[in-house]
């Protein structure tokens, strides 16, 4: 694309949008977001080494660039996402002797099981997964082409990265090549310096190989991220996604191979997640940013990882569902610790049941209104916006349409702020607040008349909701009874209640007071506190 039609099309999209900031590792600061070649985009993401199930570690990195690859569409960017898969490595190579079964066996058995784990967690926006052994032609390709250069040597089979090569080696890690850690062994005999890399390793007995100028061998693990993001995305590409413990030493020498070979940068924002460990929390819906993002080192230090006994993710999907997984992941910002626990997950769930009560509020009382997909359910049939600009309305001088204007305003400043998740979710508990609050002033009970300004008021605002909440991968379909695990019962426990307030309102209004107070104490004694208030009756966990 020629100078001039890139500054022409930057100006199109900008012309449409605020300005999105995003935080690049590279400069340590937050830059405008200037795509390439507008509107299109593209970001790669280094995905798992499949050997084992996933945990849900291996989730975090999805989730967040699932949901930032929706915002860059919602705001009428053209988004192409690569997640590889590494299916040859160490790792995998340990397992299949272990196993007794081929390393090709065993990768194709943990891909589903990633595959299957990112469906429910409603990761669905990834255009290519690229496997390492589909791609051995252009990753020897890229070691030849690094090899004539004269930035990688060949020793007896083993070809390395030579580090004293890149003078700009440890810019995005500010580390140096001497903090390098390189394979030992035979390997470390035969470096020029320690901090030099494997780009190609020689074959050791039975071990899985292919051939290539240097010998049977297999490839080395950057190299595989170098060759596949290349291939799709080209030389230069806008983002490079992980975790913030990939930063050194795969980020590093990815970045190094890539830049050596093509003489120009790999990425031009560089975004790395904040890590989950195990430790004390926040609270649900309280400050967004709990956690300040940490080190490289601390964040490596305490992450959940398979040898630290995490795993076992689809059981974890099956008590708690993918949603509430998913919003958990959603509710601090990116680059933040995640402070992960079974407790957390029953926080998350506890207000999502929240959503899951308005939600069926929101149908009883627009249940007269028809709908196809979902009968009775008329949240999940509301027309919802799919870019920024057909989201844009005029409130008029409705109190309750101004005050939906201004959260949309505010949930697009969060997330142009740099992606911030933690931010928009607390706009939405705000908006969830706001629409409970319009019910009660109003009286707006089941089969509400549809003519009703209020109902219309009030369809029209959640709708909004509905638009914000989708954006972030929430909310897309209904989830009550999905599983047989805890969450579905919990949202089941919430239509209950929800239900022996209706009663109990009814009973009351009867002036039948000993019914009314009969429900209140039998739900005290079950652990559910009513709170009686001007706008209405809500409920919570008593402790």
């Known amino acids: 694309m020629s100078t001039a039609t890139e500054s022409q099309s930057q100006s199109n999209v900008s012309s449409k949008q605020p300005e999105i900031r995003v935080y690049n590792t590279l400069s340590k600061s937050k830059e405008p977001f200037?795509?390439?070649?507008p509107p299109k985009v593209g970001i790669y993401l280094c995905g798992p080494t499949v050997y084992a199930e996933s945990h849900i570690g291996h989730m975090v990195g999805p989730v967040i660039f699932d949901t930032v690859k929706r915002y860059l569409r919602y705001c009428g960017y053209e988004v192409t996402w690569v997640v590889n898969i590494t299916d040859v490595d160490d790792k995998l190579i340990a397992k299949s002797r272990q196993r007794?079964?081929?390393?090709?066996?065993?990768?194709?058995e943990m891909t589903a099981d990633y595959l299957a784990n990112l469906k429910e967690l409603g990761v669905n926006q990834i255009d290519y997964m690229p496997r390492a052994t589909d791609h051995i032609p252009e990753i020897i390709r890229f070691i030849e082409?690094?090899?004539?250069?004269?930035?990688a040597y060949a020793v007896d089979g083993d070809v390395f990265f030579d580090v004293s090569k890149d003078p700009n080696y440890g810019e995005l890690s500010n580390r140096s090549a001497d903090a390098q850690q390189g394979e030992g062994g035979e390997a470390a005999a035969k470096k020029r310096s320690p901090g030099d890399f494997a780009l190609w390793k020689s074959a050791k007995g039975d071990e899985i190989a292919w051939n290539s100028p240097w010998g049977k061998g297999r490839p080395g693990w950057h190299i595989e991220c170098s060759a596949m993001s290349h291939e799709i995305l080209g030389q230069t590409f806008d983002i490079h996604g992980g975790g913030l413990d990939l930063m050194f030493p795969h980020h590093e020498n990815e970045r190094a191979q890539s830049t050596c070979c093509h003489g120009k940068p790999m990425a031009k924002y560089w975004m790395h997640n904040g890590l989950m460990r195990a430790g004390e929390r926040g609270k649900v819906g309280g400050r967004s940013d709990r956690a300040e993002p940490a080190s490289q080192e601390e964040a490596a230090a305490g992450k959940i990882s398979r040898s630290k006994g995490a795993g076992g993710l689809a059981?974890?999907?099956?008590?708690?569902?993918?949603?509430?997984?998913?919003?958990?992941?959603?509710?601090?910002?990116?680059?933040?610790?995640?402070?992960?626990d079974e407790e957390g997950l029953q926080e998350a769930g506890a207000s999502l049941e929240g959503f899951y009560r308005f939600f069926n509020r929101f149908n009883e009382i627009t249940s007269k209104i028809e709908t196809s997909t979902y009968p009775g359910q008329l949240f999940y049939e509301l027309p919802t916006a799919t870019t920024r600009e057909t989201g844009q309305f005029?409130?008029?001088?409705?109190?309750?349409?101004?005050?939906?204007?201004?959260a949309r305003a505010k949930f697009l400043a969060a997330m142009d702020d740099d992606f911030n998740t933690g931010s928009a979710i607390s706009v939405l508990f705000d908006i969830l607040r706001t629409l409970n609050r319009h019910i009660d002033q109003h009286g707006l009970g089941p089969n509400a008349d549809p003519s009703d300004p209020n109902v219309q008021s009030l369809v029209k605002a959640t709708g909004v909701l509905r638009e914000l909440s989708v954006v972030l991968g929430l909310f897309v379909k209904p989830t009550v009874g999905v599983g047989d695990g805890e969450a579905g019962d919990a949202e089941l426990l919430g239509s209950v209640i929800e239900l022996l307030i209706e009663l109990r309102k009814e009973a009351r209004a009867r002036k039948d007071y000993a019914t009314g107070d009969a429900i209140r104490d039998r739900l005290a004694e079950l652990g559910v506190a009513l709170l009686d208030k001007k706008e209405g009756t809500s409920w919570e966990r008593s402790s």
């Open 394 to 406: 005029e409130p008029g001088n409705d109190s309750l349409l101004v005050e939906m204007h201004a």
């Open 145 to 151: 082409q690094l090899v004539e250069k004269g930035h």
């Open 34 to 37: 200037q795509p390439i070649s």
């Open 100 to 108: 007794g079964i081929p390393v090709s066996q065993i990768a194709c």
């Open 315 to 340: 059981e974890v999907i099956r008590r708690h569902t993918g949603e509430r997984i998913r919003f958990f992941l959603l509710r601090t910002h990116y680059r933040s610790t995640i402070i992960y």
